[in-house]
Nanobody
Framework: QVQLVESGGGLVQAGGSLRLSCASS????????MGWYRQAAGKQRALVAA???????NYAESVKGRFTISRDNAKNTVSLQMDSLKPEDTGVYYC??????????WGQGTLVTVSS
Protein backbone atom coordinates (compact mmCIF):
# COMPACT_ATOMS: atom_id res chain seq x y z
CA GLN A 1 0.00 0.00 0.00
CA VAL A 2 1.05 3.58 -0.69
CA GLN A 3 0.92 6.40 1.83
CA LEU A 4 1.60 10.07 1.17
CA VAL A 5 3.38 12.04 3.85
CA GLU A 6 2.88 15.80 3.78
CA SER A 7 4.84 18.49 5.55
CA GLY A 8 5.19 22.26 5.60
CA GLY A 9 1.77 23.49 6.63
CA GLY A 10 1.29 25.99 9.39
CA LEU A 11 0.39 29.53 10.30
CA VAL A 12 1.83 32.43 8.35
CA GLN A 13 1.08 36.11 7.99
CA ALA A 14 -0.18 37.57 4.74
CA GLY A 15 2.68 38.19 2.35
CA GLY A 16 4.71 35.35 3.77
CA SER A 17 5.76 32.06 2.27
CA LEU A 18 5.41 28.37 2.94
CA ARG A 19 6.70 25.31 1.17
CA LEU A 20 4.67 22.13 1.20
CA SER A 21 6.22 18.79 0.42
CA CYS A 22 4.75 15.38 -0.23
CA ALA A 23 6.59 12.10 -0.30
CA SER A 24 5.50 8.50 -0.50
CA SER A 25 6.04 5.64 1.86
CA UNK A 26 5.13 2.01 1.48
CA UNK A 27 4.66 0.46 -1.94
CA UNK A 28 6.34 1.85 -5.02
CA UNK A 29 4.05 4.15 -6.99
CA UNK A 30 4.88 5.91 -10.23
CA UNK A 31 2.21 8.58 -10.70
CA UNK A 32 1.41 10.21 -14.01
CA UNK A 33 0.23 13.34 -12.22
CA MET A 34 1.14 14.80 -8.85
CA GLY A 35 -0.90 17.65 -7.50
CA TRP A 36 -2.13 19.76 -4.65
CA TYR A 37 -5.76 20.46 -3.85
CA ARG A 38 -7.22 22.90 -1.37
CA GLN A 39 -10.35 22.65 0.71
CA ALA A 40 -11.32 26.05 2.05
CA ALA A 41 -14.08 26.52 4.58
CA GLY A 42 -17.45 26.36 2.89
CA LYS A 43 -15.96 25.52 -0.51
CA GLN A 44 -15.31 22.45 -2.62
CA ARG A 45 -11.94 20.82 -2.73
CA ALA A 46 -10.30 22.30 -5.80
CA LEU A 47 -7.09 21.89 -7.71
CA VAL A 48 -4.36 24.32 -6.78
CA ALA A 49 -1.51 22.99 -8.90
CA ALA A 50 -0.50 19.84 -10.71
CA UNK A 51 2.49 18.52 -12.56
CA UNK A 52 2.73 15.60 -14.96
CA UNK A 53 5.47 13.04 -15.21
CA UNK A 54 6.71 14.99 -18.22
CA UNK A 55 6.96 18.22 -16.25
CA UNK A 56 3.88 19.99 -17.59
CA UNK A 57 2.24 22.19 -14.95
CA ASN A 58 -1.25 23.47 -14.36
CA TYR A 59 -2.30 26.12 -11.84
CA ALA A 60 -5.51 27.55 -10.54
CA GLU A 61 -5.90 31.11 -11.77
CA SER A 62 -5.93 32.42 -8.23
CA VAL A 63 -2.40 31.20 -7.52
CA LYS A 64 -0.65 31.80 -10.83
CA GLY A 65 2.48 33.82 -10.36
CA ARG A 66 2.57 33.12 -6.63
CA PHE A 67 2.75 29.33 -6.31
CA THR A 68 5.20 26.99 -7.97
CA ILE A 69 4.86 23.22 -8.13
CA SER A 70 7.86 21.03 -8.73
CA ARG A 71 8.72 17.36 -8.63
CA ASP A 72 11.84 15.35 -8.11
CA ASN A 73 11.46 12.23 -10.20
CA ALA A 74 14.49 10.56 -8.64
CA LYS A 75 13.13 10.96 -5.12
CA ASN A 76 9.49 10.68 -6.21
CA THR A 77 8.42 13.75 -4.31
CA VAL A 78 6.40 16.85 -5.10
CA SER A 79 6.59 20.30 -3.55
CA LEU A 80 4.52 23.44 -3.62
CA GLN A 81 6.29 26.72 -3.02
CA MET A 82 3.73 29.29 -1.91
CA ASP A 83 4.77 32.92 -1.97
CA SER A 84 2.89 36.16 -1.35
CA LEU A 85 0.30 34.28 0.63
CA LYS A 86 -3.12 35.80 1.09
CA PRO A 87 -5.81 35.08 3.68
CA GLU A 88 -7.92 33.51 0.93
CA ASP A 89 -5.21 30.87 0.51
CA THR A 90 -6.22 29.48 3.89
CA GLY A 91 -7.43 25.91 3.82
CA VAL A 92 -6.50 22.29 4.11
CA TYR A 93 -4.08 21.29 1.38
CA TYR A 94 -4.20 17.72 0.13
CA CYS A 95 -1.51 15.97 -1.83
CA UNK A 96 -2.81 13.81 -4.65
CA UNK A 97 -0.91 11.36 -6.82
CA UNK A 98 -2.54 9.40 -9.57
CA UNK A 99 -2.02 6.97 -12.36
CA UNK A 100 -4.68 8.43 -14.58
CA UNK A 101 -7.56 6.04 -15.08
CA UNK A 102 -5.98 3.42 -12.85
CA UNK A 103 -5.30 4.48 -9.29
CA UNK A 104 -4.89 7.51 -7.07
CA UNK A 105 -3.75 8.25 -3.54
CA TRP A 106 -4.63 11.16 -1.28
CA GLY A 107 -2.68 12.54 1.63
CA GLN A 108 -4.38 13.25 4.92
CA GLY A 109 -4.23 17.00 4.39
CA THR A 110 -2.19 19.72 6.03
CA LEU A 111 -3.66 22.97 7.31
CA VAL A 112 -2.39 26.27 5.97
CA THR A 113 -3.63 29.36 7.77
CA VAL A 114 -2.80 32.81 6.47
CA SER A 115 -3.56 35.65 8.85
CA SER A 116 -4.31 39.17 7.72
Amino acid sequence: QVQLVESGGGLVQAGGSLRLSCASSGSIFRPNVMGWYRQAAGKQRALVAAITSGGRTNYAESVKGRFTISRDNAKNTVSLQMDSLKPEDTGVYYCNWKRVGIFEVWGQGTLVTVSS
